[in-house]
């Protein structure tokens, strides 16, 4: 049997970048990570980036009286559309902590 050699330095320096990498992009902190969310929300919404706060509002109350459940609606796209509106109005929100 041969002795498991220990790994190299290079290697274990690699696995420190690596989570630091994956710990930074999971962040909140991470700009791209940010607008990625923002244009996804926009998209479920079928908005444009330059979307006013009164164009999400109403375009969130449309598709909510579409998907309701309660009105007949896809249970599924309405989880899904309360998801974007809320990302999409703590952004704008004056107490947000963007920075």
Do not use: C
Not at 23 to 43: D, E, G, H, I, V
Not at 83 to 96: C, F, G, Q, R, V
């Amino acid at each position: 049997m041969r002795a498991r050699s220990s790994p190299s330095l290079a290697s274990l320096l690699w696995d420190v970048v690596r989570v630091g990498v994956r710990s930074f992009w999971q962040s909140k902190a991470n700009p791209a990570r940010s607008f990625l969310l923002k244009q996804q929300a926009l998209s479920v919404l079928g908005l444009p980036l330059n979307a006013t706060p009164q164009q999400i509002k109403r375009r969130y109350r449309q598709l909510a009286m579409r998907y309701h459940p309660d009105r007949g609606g896809d249970p599924r796209q309405m989880q899904r559309v309360i998801e974007a509106y809320n990302i999409l109005m703590k952004e704008l929100s004056p107490h947000s902590n963007r920075a």
